[in-house]
């Protein structure tokens, strides 16, 4: 059947091998499009993530996405023109271990070094039953297309791959190993190509049983299994042994440990010539093109010759044109006369055009591929310093008040960005390589976008999948009787991510229509800690609703909308409302500091109750502080409220309440006085009480010394104002 002709990137495919947006299959086929070299940045990526205060689980998943490996580069010749097969290894210590070579199916000498026929002997097992290495490799290429790369890296139980027909040369051992394509081997990472070294790889070793390959122990096992690899029941990997079996009339491996073996054969092979230490990085050049016709278009156009020439500033922005159909034509994957088409490629009168670029007009041809999404959402913090400026990105100055490096913040950025965790390896990587580009540009003073980072958790909600495993509406399940149903049939319900791919999303505007924004922003923070996912529950979002409710009745009459503070001198304030006052201003401003949103709201909520409770109007001063408090997270009301209390500027240009200390401190608190470790008194005592005198209220209470009956004290343990704790001797 026809597919959709949407190209993804990587991030874009399930682990599936499907498109995370409307679950097709995924298909591989070479495309002419613009990357970035990130690459270029890898290590200044890496090092600058020292400077920057973002959790560490979040520092490791970027280091690990950019995968700095050291190593080397080795050289396998290959087939009969001077060809070399070229693999990246961090155990080139093991190369005389590499009994067989692995490329990945798409590697680029593979349709060159393939032979006609079979060499004499081959194993029946290497050549799959197919007649000729061609044919075998044709087949295997097949297969091996319709796998995404997190399939193929994944550990199988059957392990896959068809002999090339060719042998390469070991450099160090001089043997001819075999040379296979399995799609364990990616060309996403190294060279596309392995030595494999069975006897301590698992994986290797898996593929050696399967395809009836040698293997050649050449670090020595610490346990008792001796060096007969046949007697193995999988390899044996160790950093710590010593290297034996590893030596030629040149050089000898032999006895020494890892570090000491990689340095003395990297050094042969760079002496030879056949290789050299190098550094590798897992992070590929990031694919910029996209077969879409939203996203911003590129600003290159093509000459007759085929060669790229960029717009001239006069001639920016370059806009989109209006089209009549956005979608891409629909391709059959099965016909390999056939590839995706953007959308933009059919609008012949934009993409074709006469331009004077400054030797006069001449036709050309616009790029038809679009910018990804992340070509905005990647700088985007930048524009919002400086939105109205039309003459450039941002003035300098004002990206230098704002973002500029600092104490403390070498290297510049926002103070906090509060962002979700599954950005780690995507956005926050690309907004870093992007703002690091501005930096060397000299368009900015931060070389880092984001200095502090605080990731919220995740708002859930119950997904509903048919039999296929497709989302259907959430909002159109039905249940009855403890099961679910979609236009009749049954679904099954799992708990997942809120959002469109999932079609459970529950939309903000219907909350606000019903209760208002302010409302849903409350519910929202007060769902609970702000780093934790939770479940979405529309039932609960009532509870928020009644709080604004009461505040609002609290400051309003509602049969007259006349305002019923009373005017009170501070002095003139019942201690208890004042207490309680101050200790919600102290509490809130914490947890503000903290993000700590859903306990500041049940410190709000508690001072608001204290109020509603008490006889008589509430005082003006204390209801203003009120609403000062909310005013951050309910703004709204907050600010109706704060006119009605007669003032004529905005709530947000005043003051955060400060706490008064003498209100803050308890009059007294209850110490628990153990004897034994079991408590005998409790006694309320003055927060400033040190420890020699609760000593000796302790030793004097009436408890506590009918307890002790006479026995002598061995010990006192003291910590006030809370604790004593008495050793009888």
């Known amino acids: 059947m026809p597919r959709p002709g949407h190209v993804l990137a990587n991030e874009e495919v399930t682990a599936d091998g499907r498109s995370e947006r409307g679950n097709f299959p995924v298909f591989k086929a070479k495309l002419r499009q613009w990357n ?31 995968g700095r490996s050291e190593g080397a580069r080795v050289n396998f010749p290959v087939g009969t023109e001077g060809d070399a097969i070229t693999v ?22 593979v349709d060159k070094v393939v032979p006609a026929a079979w060499p004499e002997g081959t194993h029946e097992v290497w050549t799959g039953g197919h007649a000729t290495p061609a044919e075998a490799v044709a087949k295997y290429r097949a297969f091996a297309a319709s796998k995404s790369d997190v399939e193929r890296q994944a550990d199988a139980k059957e392990k896959t791959g068809v002999f090339t027909g060719v042998y390469a040369t070991n450099p160090v051992s001089g043997e001819q190993v075999p040379v296979f394509i399995a799609d364990y081997v990616l060309m996403g990472y190294g060279t596309g190509a392995i030595m494999a070294v069975p006897a301590h790889d698992s994986r290797d070793f898996a593929f050696a049983r399967a395809f009836h390959l040698p293997m ?11 060096t007969d690899t046949t007697t193995w029941d999988d390899a044996f990997s160790s950093y710590e042994a010593k290297l034996i079996n590893s030596s030629n009339e040149e050089v000898s ?44 278009p590129f600003p290159i156009v093509y000459d007759e010759d085929g060669i790229a020439h960029a717009l001239p500033e006069s001639m920016l922005p370059l806009e989109l044109p209006e089209v009549d159909d956005y979608s891409p034509r629909t391709f059959d994957p099965d016909d390999a006369n056939t590839s995706p088409e953007t959308p933009l490629s059919r609008n012949e009168d934009w993409v074709n055009v006469t331009l004077d670029l400054g030797d006069g007009p001449k036709k050309y041809r616009r790029e038809t591929n679009t910018m990804p999404n992340w070509a905005g959402s990647c700088w985007y913090e ?10 450039r990105l941002v003035d300098p100055a004002v990206e230098q008040y704002w973002m500029g490096p600092r104490e403390g913040q070498p290297t510049g950025g926002v103070d906090l960005y509060v962002g979700g965790a599954e950005h780690a390896v995507l956005h926050l990587l690309y907004a870093r390589f992007w703002s690091k580009i501005l930096f060397d540009l000299g368009h900015i003073s931060s070389a880092e976008p984001f200095h502090k980072l605080y990731n919220q958790g995740m708002i859930q909600a119950y997904v509903y999948r048919d039999s296929r495993g497709f989302p259907v509406p959430a909002a159109e399940v039905e249940e009855r009787d403890g099961k ?24 903000p505007d219907e909350i606000c229509d019903e209760y208002g924004a302010d409302t849903l922003r409350l519910y929202e923070m007060a769902m609970g800690p702000l780093d934790v996912s939770r479940p979405w529950d529309t039932r609960a979002v009532v509870g928020q609703y ?15 909308g006349e305002v019923t503070v009373v005017d009170v001198a501070e002095a003139d304030i019942d201690e208890a409302t004042l207490r309680a006052l101050h200790k919600a201003i102290d509490g809130v401003r914490q947890d503000l500091d903290g993000l700590r949103f859903n306990t500041a709201i049940a410190k709000i909520t508690e001072l608001n109750n204290h109020l509603t409770k008490a006889a008589g109007p509430v005082p003006r001063s204390v209801a203003e502080r ?3 408090l909310i005013a951050p997270l309910a703004p709204h009301v907050a600010e109706e409220l704060w006119r009605k209390l007669g003032h004529t500027d905005s709530v947000v240009h005043q003051d955060f309440p400060v706490a008064d200390p003498a209100f803050v401190v308890d009059e007294s608190v209850t110490c628990v006085v153990q004897i034994k470790g079991k408590v005998k008194a409790r006694l309320e005592v003055s927060p400033s009480i040190s420890d020699e005198e609760l000593e000796k209220v302790a030793l004097a209470d009436e408890k506590v010394v009918a307890a002790l009956d006479g026995a002598g004290i061995r010990k006192v343990i003291v910590r006030a104002p809370k604790l004593v704790n008495i050793v009888p001797a």
């Open 216 to 226: 050649r122990c050449v670090v020595e096992p610490s346990d008792d299994r001796g």
């Open 253 to 296: 491996l032999d006895g020494l440990d890892v570090a000491g073996a990689k340095a003395r054969i990297t050094g042969w092979l760079a002496t030879r010539g056949i290789g050299e230490g190098t550094v590798n990085f897992r992070l590929r050049d990031w694919l910029f093109s996209r077969q879409r016709y939203w996203g911003e």
């Open 382 to 391: 930048l524009r919002y310093l400086d939105p109205g400026n039309d003459q």
């Open 546 to 560: 009644r709080l604004l409710q009461r505040l609002w009745r609290l400051i309003v009459d509602e049969s007259t």
């Open 36 to 66: 970035m070299r990130i690459t270029a940045y890898a290590d200044r990526l890496l090092d600058d993530l020292d400077a920057l205060d973002w959790p560490e689980a979040i520092k490791l998943q970027q280091r690990n996405w950019i």
């Open 484 to 507: 679910f149903f979609f236009e009749g049939e049954p679904v099954k319900r799992e708990l997942g991510k809120m959002g469109k791919s999932l079609k459970n999303a529950v939309t």
């Open 88 to 109: 990246f290894t961090t155990r080139q210590d093991t190369l005389f271990g590499a009994t067989y070579m692995v490329l990945a199916p798409e590697h680029e000498l």
């Open 626 to 628: 009120l609403v000062l």
